[in-house]
Every structure is written in C-alpha cells, then in structure tokens.
C-alpha cells in the first residue's frame, strides 16, 4: 500500500496519507503520542485499511464483495464475520431510512444471510458498499485511537467524510470549510468537535449515481447534502439516504436523532 508519513516532534504530531485505498484516498491527523507509539498506532491502522479494502471495494474483483458479485447465481456463498456484521448494520438502515440506504440500489430483501453465509434470491444482485464503507471504517478507527488515549484527531476519507476527534474541552474544534464542486465557492463552515461530517452529492463530472432504490431513478440535480453525526456510519448513510427523502421522509427518519444535522444545499 503506498503511504507517506511524517511525525513532527515539537506537537507530537503525526500525519499520513494513503492516495488510493478503498477507490479513494485516506489522510489522518493525531497527537499526543511519541515517534514509535505513533507509528505503532499507525501501523494497526494500514492494517485495517488494507484489510477492508480487500473486503468491501467492488472495484476490486478479487475482494469479497468483488466475488460476491460475480457469482452470478442464488447458491449459499461463505462470508467472513466481519461482512456478515456489516450486513446486518446495512440492513438496520435499510429499515431505518424507509429503505432509501439500500446496497443493492434496488432491494435488499433479495439477499439473506447469517451463520456465516450470504445467498442471493437473484442472480442479478450486486452490492455496493459505496455509501457506507468510509463511515464504518472511520467508525472503527475513531475506536481504535480513543482506546489507544488519543484526545485530538481529524481523519479524511475521500475529502467527502471527516470525523473530529476532541477531547479536551477547551478544544474549540476543528474547522472545515464546505466547497461547492461546481465552483469551488465556500458553501457552508462547520466547527467538528467529536463528530463527522458527511457530504453526498453531484459534480459537473460525477452525476447520477445516487439512485432512489425505490423507483430506480437516479439524482441528477444540482444539490449535495451534508450531515453531521455524533457517529461516523450514521453520517455517512444518512448523507446519501438524504439526497433521495422527500421533506417528509426527511423528518420522519431524523426525528429522535437528536446530534444529527442535516443541510441539503441547491448549487
């Protein structure tokens, strides 16, 4: 996996990046830590990453969604632990958002699952985790540097999910400034403090594939929705189910959501 790294010892800072992993790329910031703790941290991190990526990128043929979906068949398949624990988060969502977070972009009643295996009711289902891997991986990770006594952090995953991490409560948080892709306008500054900013949305170059599983039809205005969420994962779901909710679908799935934020914006 291609990295940089760097460790400034004046702010027991640490940095890194990865340019690709997951279809994207991957940067992190924590302090409080020496050189080889940092490094050690770090290290666990790459792992993870890695570890995902050969799990959940459908753009990757040999990793395990990337075989799921080319079994073009309804037969039992065996799946790791870990897919099957996110499968049934996906479907919590699924139920949660009235359907609209679907990773079948169609029905996610079409597979089943549990004990280890995963079956198909059509050969045509295809999963994408594309609305949500970035949040559970930052969900994961927010863990790890929390247990590791990590007080001050920000990680971001593809530019589009930015979880804060803020222990200290004098810590006024960080602050991150929300371009338009259309013209590179500020749109929006949030102020993070042990949150994650979400953002789903249409570029002039990337338009279309959010797509209502409901109808089939995809979202093709001009429009992104940013949420922010006291969990990673619920941000980064929510970001895309919201994109497709009409104002009262909307309504309906925040009510109770009480550290949920959500902004649709027309560029």
């Not at 039992?76 to 996906?90: D, G, K, N, R, V």
């Not at 004990?115 to 991986?137: H, I, N, P, T």
């Not at 006291?230 to 959501?257: C, F, H, N, W, Y």
Request: proline content about 3%.
């Amino acid at each position: 996996m291609e990295q940089s790294v760097e460790y400034v010892a004046e702010q027991r800072a640490f940095y890194a990046l990865v340019p690709n992993i997951m279809g994207t790329r991957f940067e992190i910031i924590f302090y409080g830590k020496s050189a080889e703790a940092a490094q050690s941290i770090w290290a666990q991190i790459a792992h993870r990453l890695e570890r995902w990526h050969k799990m959940l990128n459908r753009f990757d043929a040999e990793s395990e969604v990337g075989q799921i979906n080319r079994q073009k068949d309804t037969l039992p398949h065996t799946i790791s632990p870990e897919l099957e624990h996110i499968l049934s988060l996906c479907k919590g969502y699924w139920e949660q958002t009235e359907r609209l977070f679907d990773i079948t972009r169609h029905d996610m009643s079409l597979i089943e699952f549990g004990e280890g295996v995963l079956r198909k009711k059509s050969e045509e289902v295809v999963l994408d985790f594309g609305g949500f891997a970035k949040g559970y991986a930052l969900h994961e990770i927010g863990l790890m540097l929390k247990a590791e006594g990590i007080g001050r952090a920000i990680v971001d995953f593809g530019r589009s999910t930015i979880m804060a991490i803020n222990a200290e409560a004098e810590d006024e948080g960080w602050q991150i400034s929300l371009p338009s892709p259309y013209d590179g306008h500020e749109v929006e500054r949030y102020t993070l403090r042990d949150a994650t900013l979400s953002t789903s949305g249409n570029t002039p170059s990337y338009s279309g594939h959010i797509v209502n599983p409901l109808t089939g039809e995809p979202i093709e205005q001009r429009m992104m929705c940013a949420v922010v969420a006291r969990d990673a994962i619920e941000a980064e779901v929510l970001s895309t189910a919201m994109m497709i909710a009409t104002q009262e679908q909307m309504q309906r799935i925040v009510t109770g959501r009480d550290d949920v934020r959500v902004k649709r914006y027309n560029l």
